[in-house]
């Protein structure tokens, strides 16, 4: 059965994900002794979350799961993320080069390649994550999984990589590859249990106040902590930014708690949320391309009224990225890509 609450939990996640990115740039540019910084730092506060959320809704809807096909896992979701990863990789290598001219040698494309634009690190952790669902869910469920896989997981994450470094003159492609599919990403497979823990919950309903409340709180406190640390070093500093800091942790929890909440609701635009969850990973890939269009249109945010023209460059963006994919997902060689 679709969970509508969850789809409109991605939806949030990703608009969350847009404004980080959207506004990045004026957080770094803004005056931390005006007005318009308080505002703007408690904005992009908030939206932190918007990554942990995704991993945390990957371990909700697949650990949940009675069963787990291990073969259609690889195929639709590690396998499927992988080649997204190298088309997408090679669309943004080969406009970065037609946009300023500099073609450079073979290698350098490969590299370019291989290390991704800098939106694009998402999806290896997303696979690194899906490539241990089976060992986690044979764990939860009690179940017995084919020593084959985890001999595979041995072979292909830890064996290979190890030997891909041990040339006597390392290669700095070859070593670029091994980041990609590094055992790092793997501590984001904390929330995707910690999602799967909390979907597993009955959530009452009171959380629907409560989450919310929890939320603002935590938004509030950890805003004027990222504001006093950056008065302190008189530079804008997202101090509390990380995605495994505390204050984040509590807040993607607050998200996921209000939306689980909502399970037994019965959604009037089911279809039209369906529609926009199924575009945001195609929304995700294509975003920065759009910000950078919106750029040179004149919509970008300004530190002259952050708040505002961040608010309003968010909406154009978001707008322009849901109906661009939407559309797009209409024809068929497109809808693969996206």
């Known amino acids: 059965m679709r969970r509508y609450e969850l789809d409109l939990c991605r939806i949030l996640g990703c608009l969350m994900v847009l404004v980080i990115h959207a506004g990045a740039q004026v957080y770094r540019e803004c005056s931390v002794f005006s007005y318009g910084f308080i505002g703007l730092n408690i904005i992009s506060t908030a939206v932190r979350s918007g990554v942990p959320i995704f991993f945390m809704l990957s371990g909700a809807l697949l650990l949940a799961r009675e069963?787990?096909?291990?073969?259609?896992?690889?195929?639709?979701?590690?396998?499927?993320?992988?080649?997204?990863?190298?088309?997408?990789?090679?669309?943004?290598?080969?406009?970065?080069?037609?946009?300023?001219?500099?073609?450079?040698?073979?290698?350098?494309?490969?590299?370019?390649?291989?290390?991704?634009?800098?939106?694009?690190?998402?999806?290896?952790?997303?696979?690194?994550?899906?490539?241990?669902?089976?060992?986690?869910?044979?764990?939860?469920?009690?179940?017995?999984?084919?020593?084959?896989?985890?001999?595979?997981?041995?072979?292909?994450?830890?064996?290979?990589?190890?030997?891909?470094?041990?040339?006597?003159?390392?290669?700095?492609?070859?070593?670029?590859?091994?980041?990609?599919?590094?055992?790092?990403?793997?501590?984001?497979?904390?929330?995707?249990?910690?999602?799967?823990?909390?979907?597993?919950?009955?959530?009452?309903?009171?959380?629907?106040w409560l989450a919310p409340l929890v939320f603002f709180l935590c938004v509030v406190l950890t805003s004027a902590a990222n504001l006093w640390y950056s008065v302190y070093r008189r530079e804008a500093d997202g101090w509390l930014f990380d995605y495994f800091s505390l204050p984040n942790f509590i807040q993607a929890t607050a998200v996921m708690c209000f939306f689980l909440a909502l399970k037994d609701l019965k959604f009037k635009h089911a279809n039209t949320i369906r529609a926009m969850s199924d575009c945001t990973l195609g929304v995700y890939l294509i975003h920065p391309l759009m910000i950078n269009a919106l750029e040179v249109l004149g919509i970008a945010a300004s530190p002259v009224a952050p708040v505002s023209s961040l608010l309003a460059q968010l909406v154009v963006l978001a707008i322009a990225c849901f109906a661009l994919v939407a559309v797009a997902k209409r024809i068929p060689l497109l809808r693969k890509l996206l």
Request: aromatic share 16%; proline share 6%; glycine share 4%.
């Open 67 to 208: 069963q787990m096909d291990v073969k259609k896992l690889l195929k639709n979701h590690v396998l499927y993320l992988s080649g997204i990863f190298l088309i997408w990789s090679i669309i943004y290598a080969v406009l970065n080069r037609i946009v300023s001219g500099d073609f450079g040698t073979i290698s350098e494309f490969l590299y370019s390649v291989v290390s991704g634009h800098y939106h694009m690190w998402f999806i290896p952790a997303m696979v690194i994550c899906y490539l241990f669902m089976p060992p986690v869910h044979a764990l939860i469920h009690g179940e017995k999984l084919s020593h084959k896989y985890l001999l595979l997981l041995f072979f292909a994450l830890v064996l290979l990589p190890a030997n891909m470094n041990l040339t006597p003159d390392p290669s700095p492609l070859l070593y670029r590859i091994t980041q990609l599919i590094s055992l790092d990403w793997l501590t984001y497979m904390g929330y995707a249990i910690w999602g799967w823990w909390l979907a597993s919950k009955t959530m009452p309903k009171k959380t629907l």
